[in-house]
């Protein structure tokens, strides 16, 4: 049974701070890795999206990366700002034969940007 | 990308009620997913909605529950029933997108937040 662990469960950082949260996943078979934002008491945001064959995406701030033999994703954030302040979420999925189509989520990380 | 439409937003209910959450995507789409996110928690996959067939529930969650119609490929619903304080969460509806390079991408609508008093 696949399980998605995200470290740390809160983060607390000053503007304008790198930072890194991470993802790790209990069975490397999956199909793809995708990192969501959410904010409070909204729907989730696709951030980012990485393939099995991948190593790593990038969009603007963000860079995700990933580790499919050790079973772990990071989120990398550059030059943090008040605006990025949300819950992050990873989100695995498997190969479609033992899984179907469905996503499992980690607890999320809950990001505070401090101004 | 996908635009998914959730109705109500919020709502509060009494229990032994039933409730359903309306979900509408702007285009066809073969599977839609129901999840819900219990306070604190992350999200965990109730069902898939097929259109044309029965949807697919997971591992513990019930037809009798939670019923789901998807009556063409661009809607679908799901009724909360005889809700207890514990169905209390957000339930969220979502798709599949093509998003970069062809990847299927999930996509979420915002949510309807229920609390059953």
């Known amino acids: 049974k696949q399980e998605v662990t995200q470290i740390p469960a809160a983060l607390s950082v000053p503007e304008g701070e790198n930072l890194v949260l991470n993802c790790s996943f209990t069975?490397?078979?999956?199909?793809?890795l995708q990192w969501f934002r959410q904010d409070p008491g909204k729907g989730l945001t696709s951030l980012l999206l990485?393939?099995?064959?991948?190593r790593e995406q990038t969009s603007g701030r963000l860079n995700a990366s990933l580790d499919k033999s050790s079973g772990r994703s990071t989120l990398y954030i550059a030059a943090s700002q008040p605006g990025d302040s949300a819950t992050y979420l990873c989100?695995?999925?498997?190969?479609?034969?033992?899984?179907?189509?469905?996503?499992?989520f980690g607890a999320g990380t809950i990001l505070r940007v401090k101004s | 990308s996908a635009v998914i439409s959730q109705k109500p937003s919020r709502d509060i209910c009494q229990r032994g009620t039933s409730l359903t959450i309306q979900c509408q995507v702007d285009?066809?789409?073969?599977?839609m997913f129901w999840y819900r996110q219990q306070p604190g928690q992350s999200l965990t996959l109730i069902a898939t909605?097929?259109?044309?067939?029965?949807?697919?529930?997971e591992s513990g969650f019930v037809i009798d529950k939670f019923p789901i119609s998807r009556p063409n490929l661009t809607f679908s619903t799901l009724t909360v029933s005889n809700m207890s304080p514990e169905d209390s969460s957000i339930y969220l509806c979502?798709?599949?997108?093509?998003?970069?390079?062809?990847?299927?991408?999930?996509?979420f609508g915002a949510g309807s937040r229920l609390t059953v008093l």
């Open positions: 989100a695995v999925k498997n190969l479609p034969l033992e899984y179907g189509n469905k996503l499992v």
């Open positions: 285009s066809q789409v073969t599977m």
């Open positions: 909605a097929n259109q044309g067939s029965e949807a697919t529930y």
């Open positions: 069975d490397s078979a999956i199909y793809n």
């Open positions: 990485i393939q099995s064959s991948q």
């Open positions: 979502s798709v599949f997108d093509r998003g970069k390079a062809g990847a299927n991408v999930l996509t």
